[in-house]
Structures are given as C-alpha cells and as structure tokens.
T-cell receptor, first 109, second 114 residues
Framework: LAKTTQPISMDSYEGQEVNITCSHN???????ITWYQQFPSQGPRFIIQ???TKVTNEVASLFIPADRKSSTLSLPRVSLSDTAVYYC??????????FGDGTTLTVKP | NAGVTQTPKFQVLKTGQSMTLQCAQD?????MYWYRQDPGMGLRLIYY???????DKGEVPNGYNVSRLNKREFSLRLESAAPSQTSVYFC?????????????FGQGTRLTVV
C-alpha cells in the first residue's frame, strides 16, 4: 500500500479556495487516488477520486500531474461546515487503503 | 436507505472479555472492511472481505477475528479484549474489489476496554 504525506493542518477563511496537496511517491500503476472527509464522531465520507489529470464534481476538484506522484484537492469557496479532516488515499482496491493521519482543515469566519 | 449499520454504537468491556461487533450493509456490495481509529490518527485496516466467503488480513489484524456471514453482514470479534484495543471501529463496504469507486462507512462503534 502506497504511503501518503499530507500537511497536518491548514487554516482558511470562509469564501476562500483551499488546496490540499498530498504526496505519494510510490504510487503504483493500478492505484487510484481518493479523498475522504471526516467530521468528528462520524465515519469518513467520499469526496472525489481520480487516476490522472483533472477530475471535478459538484463539491471539489482533483488535480493529478502526469507523474502521479502527488495530487491536489481543491475546495472552492469553503464555508464553516467544511471544517473537517481530509484524507488522501492511494490504492488499487476501493476501501482497502492506508489512510494516514489526514489534514485538519479549519475554516474561520 | 440505511447504508452501513453498525451495532452497538458504544461498548465498555473489561480486560479479557470477548465481544462481537456487528456490521450490515443494504447496498448489495461485494466488499466489506473493518477499520480502527485511535484518537488523533487515521484509520487502519484490520480485516477485509473482497466477496462473500473470503476474508483477508489488513494492516493490524492481531487480536481480532472476522466472519463474513453472508453478503450483507461482516462481523468483527475480539476474543480477549485488551486496553490497547480501545478505539473507534468503523465498518465499510464498496461495490467491487477494483480500484475505482467509493467506500461507504458506518457511524462507528466506540469501544473502551478497562
């Protein structure tokens, strides 16, 4: 299972765009990159997944460079309710991945 | 739509006691997983089941056993609980064993071993 490295914490203000970068130097050919969000006392919730280039859905964008050794989760115009822990996962089996310690995002008013 | 349901939500055990954590999903998913999360840390995979009738060890399997009772249910058993097993346990399921797709998580079982 590929190991990931993320910043421990980030602060932002409401309405700003937040970019969280994840490093995964040992990513394998079959691995996908998946991001989850976790609120206190809840299970993680899927945000977005990608293999290469850019993926966008209604809540976030995921940017993956050509070498796939890193990825960036972009959250547009964050609100207070986006305060949570964000996990970057790399693996070849959905659900069977190494979570790491995640990035605690704090959104301030 | 219930999704992934875990029981119980809270449990306190004495050292040496045994118990089974239950998990059921109603999404017709093939794969199911058990994770533990210690305070301030990420989730660590205990066991997983790629399909009905199969189980495999994850990152931290020692002290645990699992049973994939049927496609819907995947239980986690602690035969002799230890204080080091105090944690929040999450069950998850996904549609397929392939890389693509998302995992759906339950609300967790908070276990304290005294």
């Amino acid at each position: 299972l590929a190991k990931t490295t993320q910043p421990i914490s980030m602060d932002s203000y409401e309405g700003q765009e937040v970019n969280i970068t994840c490093s995964h130097n040992n990513i394998a050919t079959n691995d996908y990159i998946t991001w989850y969000q976790q609120f206190p006392s809840q299970g993680p919730r899927f945000i977005i997944q990608g293999y290469k280039t850019k993926v966008t859905n209604e809540v976030a964008s995921l940017f993956i460079p050509a070498d796939r050794k890193s990825s960036t989760l972009s959250l547009p115009r964050v609100s207070l309710s986006d305060t949570a822990v964000y996990y970057c996962l790399v693996g070849d089996v959905a659900g069977k991945s190494t979570f790491g310690d995640g990035t605690t995002l704090t959104v301030k008013p | 739509n219930a999704g992934v349901t875990q029981t119980p939500k809270f449990q306190v055990l004495k050292t040496g006691q045994s118990m089974t954590l239950q998990c059921a999903q109603d999404m017709n998913h093939n794969s199911m997983y058990w994770y533990r999360q210690d305070p301030g840390m990420g989730l660590r995979l205990i066991y997983y089941s790629a399909s009905e009738g199969t189980t495999d060890k994850g990152e931290v399997p020692n002290g645990y056993n699992v049973s994939r009772l049927n496609k819907r249910e995947f239980s986690l058993r602690l035969e002799s609980a230890a204080p080091s097993q105090t944690s929040v346990y999450f069950c998850a399921s996904s549609t397929q064993q392939g890389a693509q797709g998302e995992a759906f998580f339950g609300q967790g079982t908070r276990l304290t071993v005294v």
